[in-house]
C-alpha cells in the first residue's frame, strides 16, 4: 500500500482532480462524471451487481428530471478486487477519467487501505458499505472528502435486539458461525456483548470461523450440531451462506433450533425454500422488497428491477441509491449557495452534504456531520409464502428502527454505547 498511495499523490500533483477548483463556465455545460467501483465478479459478485443497478436507475431519474443542477450524469465503471489493483483504478478514475465523484466499495478491508489514499489525494468519495474502521474503531474519524456507509455493525446491533425481543427465555446454549475477518469477529462480539447488556442467561457452547467465501463447511457444520446450540447466530452474507444452508439442512442442523442472520438479506434469493426453514430472523437492513409499508419511490424500484432481472433486489441496490442521492443533493446545494458566478468546488459540496436529509429506496436516512450515514433497518423472522421460493419477512412481525439507534454516536465508543445506551425493543 505505501508505494501505491505515493504513486497515487505524485499522479494528483502532476494533476489537478477534477472538481477541486471551480470550474469556468464553459465545463459546466459537460456532463458530471461519477466513477464507480464495486465487485462484478467472485464471492461478492452479485452484491456489486445489485448496487449497480441501483446506481442505474437512480441515474435514469436523474437525468429524466434535468440532471443535476441542470448538468446530466455519466458513469464510468471499474471492478473492485484487492486494495492494491482496487487503488490504482481510483487513481485512473481520478486523473485519467476526470471524475467528479466516486461512489461504491462493498468490502470492508479495500475501504481500509483505499479511505486514507482518497482522503489525502482530496478525492470527492461516497461509500456504498464497508465503512473505514479497523474492528470498530473508525480509522477517519475527521474525514473530509470520504464519506462512508452505516457502520458495519448495525445489522449485528439489530439482530441482537431481534433476538431478545422475539426469543428471550427460549434458549440458553449459543453458538456462532460468522465469517474470520473483523466484521464476523465484530458482529460475534457484538450478539454477546447484548446479551450480556439485557442480563440473557446464556452459555457458548461453540464459535466456528470459517474463511470468507469457502465452499466446503462440513467440518464447520459436524461442530455445530455436535454442540448442539438452542441458538446460532451467523453474520455471514456472501456466495458461502447457501452453501452452508444446503449442507446444514443436508446434515440436520437447521431444524429445531433458532438462528439469527443479520445479513441474509444479501443471499435471500438463493436460501431457497427447499433447504431453508421458516421461523429464522433475516435482517434486510436498508432494503425489503417486499416491505408492506414500502414508499410509492420503493415499489417503483422493485418493479423495475425485477422486469430488468427477474430476480428481486437487496439492500446493496439501497446503499448505491443512498449515495448518489446524498452527493446530487450536497451539489444542488453548494450550487444554490454559491449562485450564478461559477460551479462550487469539491470542497463546497463536500461541506454542503454533511447534515443532508435523503429519502432512500429503504427509507429516510442521513449523512451525518462526521461523514458517515445512518438509514433506516429492516429485520424480522421469516415465513415461506407461495409467491416466493425463498422466505420472505413474516408480514406480521416486521421491525423498521432508525440508524440513530443502531450505531454509536459521533465519535463515541461501540463497546461502551452497547453498555450505556437505551435501545427500542
Not at 69 to 95: C, M, N
Request: proline fraction near 6%; charge should be neutral; hydrophobic fraction near 45%.
Amino acid at each position: 500500500m505505501p508505494a501505491t498511495r505515493r504513486s497515487l499523490l505524485a499522479g494528483a500533483a502532476a494533476a489537478p482532480l477534477a472538481g477541486l477548483l471551480p470550474m469556468p463556465a464553459i465545463a459546466q455545460n459537460r456532463p458530471l462524471r461519477v466513477g464507480i467501483i464495486a465487485p462484478r465478479a467472485g464471492v461478492a459478485g452479485t452484491v456489486g451487481e445489485v448496487g449497480l443497478r441501483g446506481v442505474e436507475f437512480a441515474v435514469e431519474k436523474i437525468n429524466a428530471a434535468g440532471g443535476v443542477a441542470g448538468r446530466r450524469v455519466e458513469l464510468v465503471i471499474e471492478e473492485e478486487t484487492s486494495p492494491r489493483e482496487t487503488t490504482e483504478r481510483a487513481r485512473r478514475l481520478a486523473l485519467q477519467e476526470r471524475v467528479d465523484v466516486i461512489q461504491g466499495i462493498v468490502s470492508s478491508g479495500v475501504s481500509l487501505a483505499l479511505g486514507p489514499v482518497l482522503e489525502e489525494s482530496r478525492i470527492l468519495t461516497v461509500y456504498w458499505d464497508g465503512t473505514t474502521q479497523d474492528g470498530v474503531n473508525e480509522t477517519m474519524p475527521r474525514s473530509r472528502w470520504v464519506f462512508r456507509s452505516t457502520d458495519n455493525e448495525c445489522e449485528a446491533v439489530m439482530g441482537s435486539l431481534m433476538a431478545i425481543k422475539h426469543w428471550r427465555g427460549q434458549f440458553v446454549t449459543v453458538a456462532g458461525i460468522n465469517p474470520d475477518y473483523s466484521y464476523g469477529r465484530n458482529n460475534w462480539a457484538a450478539f454477546i456483548a447484548f446479551l450480556k447488556r439485557f442480563n440473557i442467561e446464556h452459555r457458548i457452547v461453540a464459535e466456528q470461523w470459517p474463511r470468507v467465501g469457502g465452499m466446503d463447511l462440513t467440518a464447520n457444520v459436524a461442530a455445530l450440531k455436535a454442540a448442539n446450540p438452542d441458538l446460532v447466530f451467523s453474520s455471514m452474507l456472501f456466495a458461502d451462506l447457501p452453501v452452508l444452508m444446503r449442507q446444514g439442512h443436508a446434515a440436520g442442523l437447521l431444524e429445531g433450533r433458532k438462528w439469527v442472520f443479520p445479513a441474509a438479506g444479501f443471499q435471500h434469493t438463493s436460501l431457497k425454500r427447499e433447504f431453508t426453514p421458516a421461523g429464522m430472523i433475516f435482517g434486510h437492513n436498508t432494503l425489503y422488497f417486499a416491505d408492506p409499508q414500502a414508499s410509492p419511490l420503493a415499489r417503483e424500484f422493485v418493479e423495475w428491477y425485477h422486469a430488468k432481472t427477474n430476480d428481486w433486489p437487496h439492500w446493496e441496490a439501497d446503499r448505491a441509491f443512498f449515495a448518489m442521492e446524498v452527493w446530487r443533493r450536497g451539489v444542488e446545494k453548494a450550487v444554490q449557495a454559491k449562485g450564478a458566478s461559477a460551479w462550487p468546488s469539491n470542497a463546497e459540496i463536500a461541506e454542503a452534504m454533511r447534515g443532508i436529509k435523503v429519502v432512500s429506496l429503504g427509507g429516510p436516512g442521513r449523512m451525518r456531520r462526521d461523514g458517515i450515514a445512518e438509514q433506516t433497518f429492516t429485520q424480522g423472522p421469516t415465513v415461506h409464502d407461495p409467491r416466493y421460493d425463498f422466505p420472505i419477512l413474516d408480514p406480521a412481525k416486521i421491525t423498521k428502527l432508525d440508524g440513530r439507534g443502531l450505531q454509536k454516536p459521533e465519535g463515541g465508543d461501540f463497546w461502551k454505547w452497547i453498555a450505556e445506551a437505551q435501545f427500542d425493543i
